[in-house]
């Protein structure tokens, strides 16, 4: 199974979301370069759907958990998307997170074991 990740590293993208909280909407928007080719593949072919669900990590020494969302709406801009998703949940920084893994898109699968 697969988890769409969205990594921010902004400090008032990350306080704004959590500020926004559960059942919020949102957006974030990621130059074309920012978006793993296969993901970027599914979004457009409609494989990643309104419904599709993911989680946001902020980008430091190690990843975060911020929130978990649903996406709402993909658009497909020239040079850029920008996807429209709900905040289902937003939670505090936690321990043990995810180790930066040197990848360079910030929008992207996670391959779940």
Avoid at 19 to 45: I, K, N
Avoid at 61 to 69: D, Q, R, S, W, Y
């Amino acid at each position: 199974m697969a988890v769409l990740e969205l990594l921010v590293e902004t400090g008032w993208v990350v306080e704004t979301l959590k500020a926004l909280g559960g059942g919020h909407m949102a957006y974030l928007s990621f130059a074309v370069e920012q978006v793993d080719p296969r993901t970027l593949c599914d979004l457009r072919a409609g494989k990643l759907a309104p419904g599709a669900t993911g989680e946001i990590l902020s980008i430091g020494t190690v990843l975060k958990p911020i929130a978990l969302f649903e996406l709402v709406k993909f658009n497909d801009q020239p040079g850029f998307i920008r996807l429209d998703f709900r905040l289902l949940s937003v939670v505090p920084f936690m321990r043990g997170s995810n180790q930066m893994d040197g990848h360079e898109y910030r929008c992207r699968y996670r391959t779940e074991p």
